[in-house]
């Protein structure tokens, strides 16, 4: 399995960040994997920001929850994720991953630096 982020590196403060993730190798349909966002800060840990099941049920972080939206596009085997309002603070590596049932993670993409600035 393999998964490739794509998406702009640089959002401005206030607008939406917008990242997709390309998965191959593997259906994001196939139960019982869930498909994961995670980002990292520069200097600071993982944070898992949310994920979209099998079935397409989306899970959040609570304290991201206000800003995430997580998709699917099923014919291109693609997920995304939408986070609106950044700030300087959401500045981090984005992963994607695969996550099995729902626990740990088991593949990861490369990940893609986005950085927020005007």
């Known amino acids: 399995v393999q998964l490739q982020e794509s998406g702009p590196g640089l959002v401005k403060p206030s607008q939406t960040l917008s990242l997709t993730c390309t998965v191959s190798g593997g259906s994001i349909t196939t139960s019982y994997y869930y498909w994961s966002w995670i980002r990292q800060p520069p200097g600071k840990g993982l944070e898992w920001i949310g994920y979209i099941a099998y079935s397409g049920s989306t899970y959040y972080s609570p304290s991201l929850k206000s800003r995430t939206s997580i998709s699917r596009d099923t014919s291109n085997n693609q997920f995304s994720l939408q986070l609106s309002s950044v700030t300087p603070e959401d500045t981090a590596v984005y992963y994607c991953?695969?996550?099995?049932?729902?626990?740990?993670?088991?593949?990861w993409g490369k990940g893609t630096l986005v950085t927020v600035s005007s």
């Open positions: 991953a695969r996550t099995p049932r729902g626990l740990g993670v088991d593949y």
